[in-house]
């Protein structure tokens, strides 16, 4: 491990980047316990100073990718590749948009974990907990969901065991670590469609070399709200479908409703409600996210006919029926 600590941690004028192969090795001996929790720190520390280069990064993948178990799913999904340490100032809607995406002949899936650092944010397979559905403690079970109901989460104790056991040493640590970029481009689905947000523009180039290297070639990315798949409330977002650019605007959008803190309950209640028709004052921003997912998705090609398509399937009900469906079969596990 310390010839790799030497490279990365060389002060501002002299570290180097890792090669993949290096990469490789080095994240291997941090799982294996070969490296000393010392050295996984300086490592750790090194790589958050100089930022870990797109080479690192697939490397990293490629570890975890060799150590991973695949969702043995029949469908090809659209990968809702967020940051795994959730939201904190701001609405999950996402909940709610991928039932009614899924109602419209998207096949959805997602994954991540919780109490993940920096944020420590709340997540949205928390918010579908409070709204009833129960998170999969079997790899058969996501994909039954996602074959039945369009949508499937797959926790990353069950796929990536090794990467989630490093948890703790991460929540000690307190700080980003690569892990929070690596770990959302596993692609545990198998799929060749990927969506997801940034935070800064910069990444919006590296993430979109890091699906390409996991087979992801079908890529949805932009700058989000907090991170994850839902626009701006308060100004457009310009979303990068394939690398064609469309501005989507939030007209309708109360911001007020959406920019504040909210607690896993309440976010809960406002997806469920929506779900069943009853919170009329957040269906634009469910619509508009829900549209961006079928775009994503390769379900429509134009935005106006994505929403058209989730307005009906929210309004004639069928949405509500596919959460019911995915509440059931968790719960029935």
């Known amino acids: 491990m310390l010839q790799f600590l030497k490279k990365v941690g060389a002060g501002k004028k002299k570290f180097k980047d890792l090669s993949r192969e290096e990469a490789y090795q080095a994240e291997k001996k941090i799982i294996s316990g070969e490296a000393t929790d010392i050295q996984i720190g300086a490592f750790w520390s090194a790589e958050r100073i100089k930022y870990a280069s797109v080479e690192e990064l697939k490397g990293f993948i490629d570890l975890h990718r060799e150590y991973m178990e695949t969702v043995p799913v029949a469908v090809k999904t659209l990968d809702i590749a967020i940051n795994y340490d959730g939201k904190d100032r701001s609405i999950h809607i996402l909940p709610a948009s991928i039932f009614i995406a899924a109602a419209s002949g998207a096949y959805l899936s997602g994954h991540g974990a919780e109490d993940v650092p920096s944020k420590y944010g709340i997540t949205y397979h928390q918010v579908l907990e409070k709204m009833g559905a129960k998170t999969p403690s079997k790899l058969e079970t996501v994909a039954k969901t996602v074959e039945e109901t369009g949508f499937g989460f797959a926790h990353q104790r069950l796929f990536a065991q090794k990467l989630f056991n490093l948890l703790p040493k991460r929540r000690e640590f307190g700080l980003r670590t690569y892990h929070n970029t690596m770990e959302r481009m596993l692609n545990p689905f198998n799929t060749d469609r990927v969506i997801t947000g940034v935070s800064h523009p910069p990444y919006i180039q590296k993430y979109t070399e890091l699906a390409r290297h996991v087979g992801m070639n079908r890529i949805t990315v932009f700058k989000s709200l907090e991170g994850g798949v839902e626009p701006f409330p308060n100004h457009e977002t310009k979303v990068f479908f394939d690398g064609k650019e469309v501005i989507v605007h939030p007209d309708g959008v109360d911001k007020k409703l959406i920019l504040r803190k909210f607690t896993v309950e309440e976010n809960a209640q406002d997806c469920l409600g929506l779900l069943k028709g009853e919170r009329k004052?957040?269906?634009?921003?469910?619509?508009?996210?829900?549209?961006?997912?079928?775009?994503?998705?390769?379900?429509?090609?134009?935005?106006?006919?994505?929403?058209?398509?989730?307005?009906?399937?929210?309004?004639?009900?069928?949405?509500?029926?596919?959460?019911?469906?995915?509440?059931?079969?968790?719960?029935?596990?």
């Open 281 to 333: 004052e957040l269906e634009e921003f469910a619509l508009l996210t829900a549209g961006i997912l079928l775009v994503a998705a390769g379900v429509h090609k134009s935005l106006i006919e994505a929403k058209e398509a989730s307005k009906e399937s929210l309004l004639s009900g069928r949405a509500y029926e596919k959460f019911k469906q995915y509440a059931k079969i968790t719960s029935e596990e």
